[in-house]
């Protein structure tokens, strides 16, 4: 496979941005080799500047559900433009895309549109901290929630315990208001709250983890969440920003009943432009400014062009037996690679909930960060750069999830899986 173009924008990239990405997994460090440089995207497949087509797993982390430029979101999103790329004044659009929000998700009364998922999870704490007017907040164990100072922080080897930071320059003073438990660990939480519930502003978490790999809630976890929050008034948070649209319309919360008091969306209701949201009951939203005393604000928020980009992907979205394609074809997916590793006798073990999905080199069950951190890593690169080779866009990391858009046909999926089978075997 010829990438010398990639190569070299690579090594000028690195001259003027740090690591030469703009987001670090996209530098392929856990996986070695230098990132290929994309040049266009139609369908299921992207196209490297070297000429190089592959089927596209990653979907730019969850938002390109339809597919790359998708005809309707790019019609839609060339008309908006014409008409003004921002105004910094309020659109009927994001009334329309507020709407939508609502109607999909019932634990959603009121929604504010901010730019990104980190922008969302951030506000969605603050509002959670003005409303209970507690400072402390608990989260999980690779759990990811955007890179606010408050949140890049983990638990120390397996133990509940009280944050540290995960990054220079986040103060300890602040990771010191963050708890964090194992993932799955309703023990960890009860004891938590139990000790801190007076000071503990929210809960937050991922309903189904995504960014340690795909790792599924055990059957009762959230419903024990909500039941413990909800007795010691602490707010429930879901992340949704992977599985909000994904999982299913109405996201995990629909698809397991639980509803939360405040809820992040971000990716997909951004149709692949700069979108995120946080919502709640009116009480709770009502907080936030000008309605309330809670600042949060944007410049950017609300942009016509992405909400529009959003409002068609939504619109595609909530047509009839949408959800179920997308569960077939990452049925399909799944399987391919489970029969290709297990006829290799690769251990390998998998995770997912309709076109959302994970893999692990392990031959552990994984049910949070410390065993999802068992898997073979090494392997995984090993899988990863021979897939590549053979015309399949995995993630660069084992810890991050497949996705599956609704143009991946079944022969796409089969071209995947026969070239699983090789490299299994060579794994
Ligand atoms: C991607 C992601 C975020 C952060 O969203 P950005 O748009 O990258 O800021 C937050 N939470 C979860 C669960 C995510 O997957």
Redo the contacts with the bound molecule.
Sequence with gaps: MKTTNSKRLFDQAQRYIPGGVN?PVRAFRSVGGNPLFIKRARGATVTDVDGNTFLDYVAS??PIILGHAHPAVVRAIQRAASQGTSYGAPTEQELILAQMICQALPSIEKVRLVS??????MSAIRVARGFTKRDAILKFDG?????ADHLLVKAGSGAATLGLPDSPGVPKAFAGHTLTAPYNDIEAVKSLIQKHWRKLACIIV?PIA??MGVVLPKKEFLRQLRTLTRQHGILLIL?????GFRVAYGGAQTLYGIKPDLT?L??IIGGGL?V?AYGGSKDIMDLVAPAGPVYQAGTLSGNPLAVTAGIVTLKKLSTSGVYEKLDRRGAQLAEGLGKAAKQANVPFFQTRVGSLMGGFFSDTRVVDFSSAKKSDTARYAKFFHKMLERGSYFAPSQFEAAFVSTVHTVSDIDHTIEAAHQVFKKL
Excluded: F, L, R
């Excluded at 992340?239 to 599985?243: R, W």
């Design positions: 987001s982390w969850g990104s998922g980190t922008e969302a999870v759990c990811y929630h955007g890179h991922e995504g960014n992340d949704e920003v992977i599985s992040c971000g990716k700069p995120g």
